[in-house]
């Protein structure tokens, strides 16, 4: 894996603050201050701004700061329906092409999950889990159908972390990762989209949880005023 550049090493970190709450939705994203704040130019933040504004996650706006984005749910539901396709599609077409060493790369993904479960941070451990999924969609072999997913899961990073942390699903996670797994090793595709398919529910029922508790099952969503002002 090549090492991330300098815009993508900023990204990373606001990315996390975003996800984290540091920078709640309709906060601004002041380039200059940021950028003093990291130790960095506004060139590298400038880049980062538009890696994250391309992920969903910062709305640009002409001559002002950008603000973190909240998407509404209608929105989110219709980015993970697609998503769902290209999964199901993923995990069929890995069952033919993943090589042997593939796979096992998804397995130790799966176990390393497995036993940092209880003890990894939140947040690294959601990274980890959509590693688990990345690794499923490159071993699918269609650089189209990776880079499609890519940009979903970008968009869907925000709404998918906050939904999972909202309560431990730890036993049925775990459970339906080892299926995954099992069925890949036999090159079994109904096994492997049984539990994908069943993973991905439950993401669905997660994010429809999560809006309903926070108020906002609208088309519209609320809006991304700012909280620090103009």
């Known amino acids: 894996m090549s090492e991330q550049t300098l815009p993508e090493q900023i990204a990373n970190r606001l990315r996390r603050d975003i996800l984290r709450g540091e920078l709640e939705p309709g906060t601004q994203v002041k380039e200059r201050d940021h950028a003093s704040a990291m130790g960095v130019s506004r060139t590298p933040m400038r880049e980062a701004i538009r890696i994250l504004a391309k992920e969903g996650l910062l709305l640009l706006r002409p001559a002002r700061s950008p603000i973190v984005a909240e998407p509404s749910y209608e929105s989110v539901a219709q980015n993970v329906e697609v998503m769902t396709a290209l999964e199901l599609l ?14 096992e790369q998804i397995a130790a993904l799966a176990d390393r999950m497995a036993e940092s479960y209880d003890t990894m941070d939140k947040l690294d451990l959601f990274e980890l889990d959509m590693a ?34 909202r309560k431990s699903a730890r036993e ?19 096994k492997v989209t049984e539990n994908v398919r069943a993973h991905l529910v439950h993401l669905m029922l997660n994010v429809k949880d999560f809006f309903s508790n926070a108020g906002d099952l609208s088309a519209k969503g609320r809006d991304n005023t700012d909280k620090s002002g103009s």
């Open 132 to 165: 688990f999924h990345r690794a499923i969609t490159d071993a699918a072999k269609n650089p189209v159908l990776a880079e499609m997913h890519q940009a979903l899961v970008a968009r869907l990073w925000r709404a998918r972390y906050l939904s999972a942390t």
């Open 172 to 190: 049925r996670v775990l459970r339906q990762h080892e299926g995954i797994v099992t069925g890949l090793r036999a090159r079994d595709a109904n």
């Open 90 to 103: 993923s995990a069929r077409l890995a069952c033919d092409r993943a090589s042997d060493a593939e796979i």
